[in-house]
């Protein structure tokens, strides 16, 4: 039976790309399944967006420029393009199109492509437009997960998530589950590779 890793994660937050990027590389030598938990941090962020300067005002743009010189350095050794979003996206929307991609088996594609629009590509994320449009690349029907999000569908469901993390003391994403080994923050590869063979060999995963 395979180990499951579970993810409690954040469309816009770029150490949960890493994180996820980094996880989803360790997977030709680990039997698990990515089960990622949608998990808002900035609900207070408008639904339209905002300017990245108008957060954190106080941030000069020497400090600003030199912490995402390092998330860039981070993305890159595990071979991701990144660059700072232009437009600060609120995740509500996208976060709950990923639970409806969660239903039709492609929810790891889906969740990759949202990640690279965002810190890749600078789309607002939080446009159901734009999300339709990323879902169909990722193989979903767009116009199914557009009525879900009309619908509010899977707004419970991060409810859900939301409790589940409390429940389990998670105050920051990303934060992993190997079973019941926590992990927090965007790790190296060597790191998370560790933390994976304890929890396999502990389950019984191990290939």
Avoid at 46 to 73: F, L, Y
Avoid at 126 to 151: C, F, H, M, T, W
Avoid at 154 to 163: D, R, S, T
Avoid at 171 to 191: H, K, L, N, R
Wanted: charged share 25%; proline share 5%; hydrophobic share 45%.
């Amino acid at each position: 039976m395979a180990l499951k890793l579970e993810m409690f994660s954040d469309f816009i937050c770029p150490f949960c790309y890493i994180g996820f990027q980094v996880a989803r590389k360790l997977k030709p030598e680990f039997d698990f399944e990515l089960d990622w938990k949608g998990f808002q941090i900035h609900p207070e962020w408008p639904a339209e967006g905002m300017p990245a300067a108008q957060w954190r005002g106080g941030i000069d743009p020497e400090t600003r420029k030199a912490i995402w010189t390092r998330i860039v350095g981070m993305g890159e050794a595990v071979g991701l393009a990144m660059k700072p979003p232009e437009t600060l996206t609120n995740s509500r929307l996208a976060l709950e199109a990923a639970e409806f991609a969660q239903s039709t088996g492609r929810a790891e594609a889906f969740e990759e492509r949202i990640y690279r629009a965002y810190f890749s590509e600078g789309l607002n994320i939080g446009q159901a437009g734009v999300i339709k449009e990323l879902a169909a690349e990722a193989g979903i029907d767009g116009a199914a997960i557009g009525e879900a999000l009309e619908s509010r569908r899977y707004q419970a469901a991060l409810k859900e998530n939301a409790i589940a993390a409390h429940q389990r003391g998670v105050s920051g994403v990303p934060t992993f589950f190997a079973g019941e080994f926590p992990m927090v923050g965007a790790q190296s590869e060597d790191v998370m590779r560790m933390l994976l063979k304890r929890a396999c060999e502990r389950s019984g995963a191990a290939k």
